[in-house]
Nanobody, 115 residues
Framework: QVQLVESGGGLVQAGESLRLSCVVSGTLVSITTMSWYRQAPGKQRELVAAISPGGLPNYGDSVKGRFTISRDNAKNTVYLQMNNLKPEDTAVYYC?????????WGQGTQVTVSS
C-alpha cells in the first residue's frame, strides 16, 4: 500500500519561502512519477510541479521560476521548495504518486500566504 505524508506547510508573508516534504512508503520515488498539486477554496485542484522517474521536472506556469521540485532517493522523499511566495499561492498542497498499481494522494498540507 502506497502512503504519502506531507509536511512543511504554514503561514508566511508574501515574499517568504517554505519547503514542503512528502515522505513516501510502498513505492520508490526513483521509479515513480511524483507530483505536487494544490487546491484553493472554490477552485479546482491544479498541478504545481512533477518529477519523472528520470528526474525531469515540470512546472505549472504560475510557479515557474519560483518553485523547485526535487527528491531524495535515500530518504524516499519528495520536496517542493517554494520561494517568493504570493497570496495567490494560498492553498492546500497535496503530494501525488502515479504508480503501476494506481494513483495515490497524501492528506494535504495548508499553505497560507499573507499580503
Amino acid at each position: 500500500q502506497v502512503q504519502l505524508v506531507e509536511s512543511g506547510g504554514g503561514l508566511v508573508q508574501a515574499g517568504e519561502s517554505l519547503r514542503l516534504s512528502c515522505v513516501v512508503s510502498g513505492t520508490l520515488v526513483s521509479i515513480t512519477t511524483m507530483s505536487w498539486y494544490r487546491q484553493a477554496p472554490g477552485k479546482q485542484r491544479e498541478l504545481v510541479a512533477a518529477i519523472s522517474p528520470g528526474g525531469l521536472p515540470n512546472y505549472g506556469d504560475s510557479v515557474k521560476g519560483r518553485f523547485t521540485i526535487s527528491r531524495d532517493n535515500a530518504k524516499n522523499t519528495v520536496y517542493l521548495q517554494m520561494n517568493n511566495l504570493k497570496p495567490e499561492d494560498t492553498a492546500v498542497y497535496y503530494c501525488n504518486a502515479w504508480t503501476w498499481s494506481g494513483e495515490y494522494w497524501g492528506q494535504g498540507t495548508q499553505v497560507t500566504v499573507s499580503s
